[in-house]
């Protein structure tokens, strides 16, 4: 009885303890965190002399979205997108956009494609490179059929499609964006 008893003691003890630990460092991990994303996001942009701000979320469910600006003058924005139709799961990239829609680059951040074949997606690739200055509003964001578009990689039609599937689905989230920071006297 005894021995249940010290045992009890000492599990309460390191619950209390650990607890403690992890409210004491929880503030210096998401500060951490954070640095983090605003590097990442630092890199998708062109100017290395932008900078960032958090722009308040139009619902609670709204991930974060970030006004980019350079020397005071507003550049765009730039946001998370994601597909989960790459050829082994979800990619994840950065996407930073004009105040008119117009594609400034996009910087991805997670994917597991084949090494070697899925990288198409990486930064300075040129696959990536076709989508910079294309609008993400206007219909130039398909996969080359016949004529105009963005030219898939072979051996990486999967990725391509994905990359260009994950555009597709956040041009309604860019226009809500870009119709929300217009306001109502645009």
Same mark, same amino acid.
């Given at each position: 009885? %005894? ?16 607890? &403690? /630990? @992890?409210?004491?460092?929880? =503030? ?17 942009? #062109?100017?290395? *002399? ?5 722009? =308040? #979320?139009?619902? =609670?469910? @709204?991930? #974060?979205?970030?006004?980019?600006? /350079? *020397?005071? %003058? ?8 994601? &597909? ?8 994840? *990239?950065?996407?930073?956009?004009? =105040?008119? $829609? ?11 494609? &084949?090494?070697?074949? $899925? ?6 690739? #040129? ?15 398909? /996969? ?14 999967? &990725? ?15 226009? *809500? /964006? ?9």
């Amino acid at each position: 009885m %005894k021995q249940i008893a010290a045992l009890t003691m000492v599990s309460l003890i390191l619950g209390l303890g650990i607890s &403690t /630990l @992890d409210q004491w460092t929880a =503030p210096e991990i998401a500060q951490s965190q954070e640095e983090v994303r605003r590097e990442a996001i630092q890199r998708v942009l #062109p100017s290395d *002399a932008e900078t960032i701000t958090v722009l =308040p #979320p139009a619902s =609670p469910a @709204d991930q #974060p979205i970030y006004r980019s600006s /350079l *020397a005071g %003058k507003e550049t765009g924005f730039v946001y998370g997108i994601a &597909t989960k139709e790459g050829y082994n799961g979800t990619i994840r *990239a950065w996407l930073a956009i004009s =105040p008119e $829609g117009i594609i400034r680059g996009i910087r991805t951040f997670t994917h597991q494609e &084949t090494p070697g074949i $899925g990288h198409i997606v990486e930064a300075g690739e #040129p696959f990536v490179s076709q989508f910079e200055g294309l609008s993400i509003l206007g219909n130039e964001i398909e /996969l080359r059929e016949d004529g105009g578009g963005i030219d898939a990689v072979t051996g990486a039609t999967i &990725t391509s499609r994905a990359m260009v599937d994950a555009l597709i689905k956040a041009r309604p989230m860019v226009n *809500a /964006l870009l119709e929300r920071e217009k306001g109502p006297n645009a």
